[in-house]
T-cell receptor, first 116, second 114 residues
Framework: DSGVTQTPKHLITATGQRVTLRCSPR?????VYWYQQSLDQGLQFLIQYYNGEERAKGNILERFSAQQFPDLHSELNLSSLELGDSALYFCASSVDGTHKYNSPLHFGNGTRLTVT | LAKTTQPISMDSYEGQEVNITCSHNNIATNDYITWYQQFPSQGPRFIIQGCKTKVTNEVASLFIPADRKSSTLSLPRVSLSDTAVYYC???????????????FGRGTQLTVWP
């Protein structure tokens, strides 16, 4: 158990709809990352938050947005969904900050999104 | 952004040692090398991390030559349960250059046969 909790585990919705994926990081971790994994694209980095602020942005579509709340949990909002958005969405967390070492990422078990 | 290159797939048999090499020609001085393992429908799991020479833990060893342009993940005596995708990442998250370690690439599909 990585200590990272993602809900829901599965989500089925229709094209054009909007969904929210939730992530609770490991206790003590300040950074949250979102990844998308589909069969043809591999594991794609979307966005990173550190202590409530956006720190890095990857290949995140404009239809997608995320935020990290004061209690450090994070939500990924996906809107105007398309068939191609069907994928596994992973959240990861790490300590980060000004440590002398590179703290590894700890991943949740993902949310499987199916857009029909 | 330090790009990494790994073999797409590898096959092995139970009980053998497996070595997966990752090339990272433009690694920066302060970059760390980190390896993750991913099983189907699960999130990647941290295996090992190093900066130079050799690192060993209970599951794997990481060998880094002096020029640091490549690294090798060594899995001793693999079993069927080691069948997974293995990712190599390079970057330094401490300050500044954080992005390299965030990009997983396609990884190496290791298949262990009985």
């Amino acid at each position: 158990d990585s200590g990272v909790t993602q809900t829901p585990k599965h989500l089925i919705t229709a094209t054009g709809q909007r969904v929210t994926l939730r992530c609770s990081p490991r206790s003590g971790d300040l950074s949250v990352y979102w990844y998308q994994q589909s069969l043809d694209q591999g594991l794609q980095f979307l966005i990173q938050y550190y202590n409530g602020e956006e720190r890095a942005k990857g290949n995140i579509l404009e239809r997608f947005s995320a935020q990290q709340f004061p209690d450090l949990h994070s939500e990924l909002n996906l809107s105007s969904l398309e068939l191609g958005d069907s994928a596994l969405y992973f959240c990861a967390s790490s300590v980060d900050g000004t440590h002398k070492y590179n703290s590894p990422l700890h991943f949740g078990n993902g949310t499987r999104l199916t857009v029909t | 952004l330090a790009k990494t290159t790994q073999p797409i797939s590898m096959d092995s048999y139970e009980g053998q040692e497996v070595n997966i090499t990752c090339s990272h020609n433009n690694i920066a001085t302060n970059d760390y090398i980190t390896w993750y393992q991913q099983f189907p429908s699960q999130g990647p799991r941290f295996i090992i991390q190093g900066c130079k020479t050799k690192v060993t833990n209970e599951v794997a060893s990481l060998f880094i030559p002096a020029d640091r342009k490549s690294s090798t993940l060594s899995l001793p005596r693999v079993s069927l349960s080691d069948t997974a995708v293995y990712y190599c990442l390079v970057g330094d998250q401490r300050r500044g250059s954080t992005l390299g370690r965030l990009y997983f690439g396609r990884g190496t599909q290791l298949t262990v046969w009985p």
